[in-house]
């Protein structure tokens, strides 16, 4: 049996660590709020700008995840694994690189319309080099995730997973992201499918 051991949530310009709100900037501009965010937490990491708002909104989530508890320090690099889905892939993205096509094509948005460049930026930023994988379904499948997440924990040398959903399109944005260990740790809930469905609908 695995454990959730914490979990972050991203909605309606509202960061979230558990039951615990870290950033609340009411905004009808999803890149004014990332921008607030990441100076309201006290980030610094300049290549977090040129970042586009899927990778902002992964990293912003992992950061707060992972502030006082490290579990590549805990498990080692090879030993955390990242599983991440969506329902909207890199369109977000898509679109902008597409508008830029018109004049000149931007290279620096063609590097992020691939959905997994999130889970790149997220291991550089933590030495992460375990199992990873990127899943597009047209809701959250808190099933697929759950087993999936369960599969990597028995058959691979994983000792914690960071799984989660993670979406933007305009300023629609919605992540839920979570921390699942072999471990149990205070106040955890067993990996369940039943158990993310709460935690993501709050």
């Known amino acids: 049996m695995n454990f959730i051991t914490r979990y972050c949530r991203i909605k309606d310009y509202k960061i979230v660590l558990g039951d615990q709100i870290l950033y609340d900037q009411p905004s009808s501009d999803i890149d004014a709020f990332l921008n607030g965010a990441i100076k309201g937490l006290s980030v610094s990491y300049p290549k977090f700008y040129k970042m586009d708002r899927l990778s902002k909104l992964g990293f912003l989530a992992a950061e707060i995840l992972m502030r006082e508890y490290n ?25 902008k690189y597409f508008e830029t096509t018109r004049t000149i094509a931007s290279p620096a948005l063609f590097v992020y319309t691939l959905t997994n460049i999130v889970i790149g930026e997220i291991c550089i930023r933590h030495g992460i080099k375990g199992e990873n994988a990127f899943f597009v379904s047209n809701r959250f499948d808190a099933e697929l995730l759950a087993n999936y997440v369960d599969s990597i ?50």
Not at 77 to 91: C, D, E, F, R
């Open 71 to 95: 579990p590549v320090a805990k498990y080692g690099p090879q030993g955390v694994s990242i599983i991440l889905a969506n329902a909207h892939a890199s369109l977000d993205t898509d679109i």
């Open 153 to 202: 924990m028995i058959t691979q040398k994983t000792f914690a997973c960071i799984a989660g959903w993670v979406d933007v399109l305009g300023n629609d944005h919605d992540v839920f992201l979570y921390l699942a260990e072999k471990t149990r740790e205070t106040q955890s809930s067993e990996h369940t499918s039943d158990h993310l469905n709460e935690l993501y609908l709050g």
